[in-house]
């Protein structure tokens, strides 16, 4: 994953896909040089998808993350919010390749070509890309 960095050692900037960089310190998503601006929850999402890519997030935590009060979100809620995610930074969203869903389990951000990704508790696990 390609990322760069700001004088304080903090990931400004990431890689998804040919083409396709979050910004975190614009707070949106850039295709080309067309800047797409992402609301709060969006961003929020994306941004921990980022800081754990690699890694599969059971649907629980991202909803933590993505709402301040959770108490009441369903995985529907999630979706919504997923689906959109999906329509900006993958190339075919029928398709997803980058942001990838294991049905009731999570969803794990892919950024390299490997075909593993490790899931929070630490197990490799293998998908087809």
Avoid at 9 to 15: A, D, E, L, V, Y
Avoid at 65 to 86: C, G, M, Q, S
Avoid at 123 to 128: A, E, L, N, T
Wanted: glycine share 6%; aromatic share 10%.
């Amino acid at each position: 994953m390609e990322a760069e960095w700001n004088r304080t050692g903090q990931r400004t900037s990431m890689r998804l896909a040919p083409g396709i960089r979050f910004d975190r310190s614009t707070h949106g998503m850039w295709h080309g040089s067309e800047w797409i601006g992402l609301p709060d929850i969006e961003y929020r999402l994306l941004d921990y998808l980022v800081q754990h890519s690699q890694t599969l997030i059971p649907w629980p935590t991202l909803i933590a993350v993505a709402w301040e009060n959770p108490r009441n979100r369903t995985p529907a809620d999630l979706y919504r919010y997923i689906h959109h995610l999906r329509h900006v930074i993958e190339p075919d969203p029928d398709h997803p390749q980058v942001l990838r869903n294991e049905r009731g389990l999570g969803y794990v951000l892919l950024t390299s070509r490997s075909s593993c990704y490790s899931k929070e508790d630490g197990r490799v696990v293998q998908i087809h890309r």
